[in-house]
């Protein structure tokens, strides 16, 4: 099945990605549509573009990738089938990156792919889109932080809803129920073995004994009675927490405890002795540089982070990992399959150094956290970026003196 005419989907194409550079490079794009560009291949129209700008240095500094990518546009066929090998493939690429160059802002890579694409995958169905969720969702990344100056239509995407992670409270609740249950059975148990005795053929009791076995049986039913209530009471008044031991509960679970501050890599490097882990310095202000272990090196080399904000806990206990001594944890995003991971992302403007606070959770962090309390695991269920890319404690925003921190991943989780 034909997309459309050879000719016409080149044409159509060269003048896509021809409108997008030069709104990106603040050119005239009549200046490039001579009487062969709509026919002209996409790497030699796309060096022509570039010769006449000098205002986006990713060019120069990526030529070689980003003329791969050119030729990736170039190659993109006409017809349906091939059309979904091609983007079987960048689905597979992108699974482990945010961006075609790495990093997180989109380069002139990305506006020629996606130029290229925008065409036929803006009429794929749900269906067949659901197949390539990294390609959608680079995509819609791209549309929302990329200016088209209106050339494309926006592309619709149908986003899964975050599923939450099940409570402590609603774990505590089911544990009970299902004790409950057990003790109904056993209750349920007992009460048929009595009746049972009940039915059983009883021995006659001599007639001048029977006043003191039924004066007997009066003494130990009421004996038992008492027994009873007493011990169920003092279990109830045992089980039953007091208000300050909800408030003291309420207190260990909530994000108030974590001190979550916005931080500026300056140096990164590969951690000696494991190659998933990377080491950064990271700079809280004042002259406090932090040295923080992540396990980002499968998404991201050290260069990517020098010069980066991100969003750290600076209470955690500090520890080694493998023999590296860590003192804070980097907060990343991160899709369902963890095959796309990012560290959220500071608004321009948040002052290194600053608390990240959320509107309603007002108190003061603790010094350091205990991690016997397992406080850590019992917040980070409740952290995710919601379908706008927003970074959220239980659906209220990371904020910062500049705006909300956020994440090109939506509805993924963060730790």
């Given at each position: 099945?034909?997309?459309?005419?050879?000719?016409?989907f080149?044409s159509r194409?060269?003048?896509?990605?021809?409108?997008?550079?030069?709104?990106?490079?603040?050119l005239?794009?009549?200046?490039?549509?001579?009487?062969?560009?709509?026919?002209?291949?996409?790497p030699?129209?796309?060096?022509?573009?570039?010769?006449s700008s000098?205002n986006?240095?990713?060019f120069?500094?990526?030529?070689?990738?980003?003329?791969k990518?050119a030729?990736?546009?170039?190659?993109?066929?006409?017809?349906?089938?091939a059309y979904?090998?091609?983007?079987?493939?960048?689905?597979?690429?992108?699974?482990?990156?945010s961006?075609?160059?790495?990093?997180?802002?989109?380069?002139?890579?990305?506006?020629?792919?996606?130029?290229?694409?925008?065409d036929?995958?803006?009429?794929?169905?749900?269906?067949?889109?659901?197949?390539?969720?990294?390609?959608?969702?680079w995509?819609?990344y791209?549309q929302?932080?990329?200016?088209?100056?209106?050339?494309?239509?926006?592309?619709?995407?149908?986003?899964?809803?975050?599923?939450?992670?099940?409570?402590?409270?609603?774990?505590?609740a089911?544990?009970?129920?299902?004790?409950?249950?057990?003790t109904?059975?056993?209750?349920?148990?007992?009460?048929?073995?009595?009746?049972?005795?009940?039915?059983?053929?009883?021995?006659?009791a001599?007639?001048?004994?029977?006043?003191?076995?039924d004066?007997?049986?009066?003494?130990?039913?009421?004996?038992?009675?008492?027994?009873?209530?007493?011990?169920?009471k003092?279990?109830?008044?045992?089980?039953?927490?007091?208000?300050k031991?909800y408030?003291?509960?309420?207190?260990?679970?909530?994000i108030?405890?974590?001190?979550?501050?916005?931080g500026?890599?300056?140096?990164?490097?590969?951690?000696?002795?494991?190659?998933?882990?990377?080491?950064?310095?990271?700079?809280?202000?004042?002259?406090?540089?932090?040295?923080?272990?992540?396990?980002?090196?499968?998404?991201?080399?050290p260069?990517?982070?020098i010069?980066?904000?991100?969003?750290?806990?600076?209470?955690?206990?500090?520890?080694?990992l493998r023999?590296?001594?860590?003192?804070?944890?980097?907060?990343?995003?991160?899709?369902?399959?963890?095959?796309?991971?990012?560290p959220?992302?500071?608004?321009?403007?948040?002052?290194?150094g600053?608390?990240?606070?959320?509107?309603?959770?007002?108190?003061?962090?603790?010094?350091?956290?205990?991690?016997k309390k397992?406080?850590?695991?019992?917040?980070?269920?409740h952290?995710?970026?919601?379908?706008k890319?927003?970074?959220?404690?239980?659906?209220?925003?990371?904020?910062?003196?500049?705006?909300?921190?956020?994440?090109?991943?939506?509805?993924?989780?963060?730790?």
């Amino acid at each position: 099945m034909e997309v459309n005419s050879s000719g016409g989907f080149t044409s159509r194409r060269n003048k896509a990605i021809v409108h997008a550079l030069c709104k990106r490079l603040d050119l005239d794009p009549e200046n490039f549509f001579s009487n062969s560009a709509g026919t002209c291949d996409i790497p030699n129209l796309i060096s022509n573009i570039f010769q006449s700008s000098a205002n986006d240095t990713s060019f120069s500094k990526n030529q070689d990738e980003v003329m791969k990518w050119a030729t990736f546009a170039n190659n993109v066929p006409d017809k349906k089938d091939a059309y979904h090998a091609a983007l079987k493939d960048l689905n597979e690429d992108l699974a482990q990156k945010s961006v075609l160059l790495g990093g997180l802002k989109p380069s002139v890579a990305d506006v020629i792919v996606f130029s290229a694409l925008h065409d036929f995958v803006s009429h794929i169905s749900n269906k067949e889109a659901q197949k390539y969720p990294h390609v959608i969702r680079w995509m819609d990344y791209i549309q929302n932080n990329e200016d088209f100056g209106g050339v494309f239509d926006m592309i619709v995407v149908n986003k899964v809803p975050f599923e939450h992670f099940c409570s402590v409270d609603i774990l505590d609740a089911n544990q009970t129920d299902k004790k409950m249950s057990q003790t109904t059975k056993s209750v349920d148990k007992s009460e048929g073995n009595m009746n049972l005795k009940k039915d059983l053929p009883k021995k006659k009791a001599p007639a001048d004994d029977k006043a003191s076995i039924d004066s007997n049986k009066v003494i130990k039913g009421a004996v038992v009675k008492a027994v009873t209530e007493s011990t169920k009471k003092s279990t109830e008044e045992k089980k039953k927490p007091s208000e300050k031991e909800y408030s003291e509960k309420d207190a260990e679970c909530s994000i108030t405890i974590l001190n979550v501050q916005v931080g500026l890599i300056r140096k990164a490097w590969k951690h000696p002795s494991a190659d998933s882990l990377l080491v950064e310095e990271i700079d809280l202000g004042d002259n406090n540089q932090r040295q923080v272990v992540s396990g980002l090196a499968k998404y991201y080399s050290p260069d990517d982070l020098i010069n980066r904000l991100v969003v750290l806990i600076t209470n955690v206990k500090p520890g080694k990992l493998r023999e590296v001594m860590s003192s804070g944890l980097v907060l990343c995003a991160s899709n369902q399959e963890n095959t796309a991971v990012e560290p959220l992302i500071p608004p321009e403007g948040a002052k290194i150094g600053e608390r990240v606070s959320f509107s309603g959770f007002d108190g003061k962090p603790e010094d350091v956290l205990n991690p016997k309390k397992k406080q850590l695991e019992k917040i980070t269920p409740h952290l995710y970026t919601d379908e706008k890319g927003v970074a959220t404690y239980k659906g209220i925003p990371f904020m910062t003196s500049a705006g909300p921190c956020t994440s090109s991943i939506t509805n993924a989780t963060i730790k």
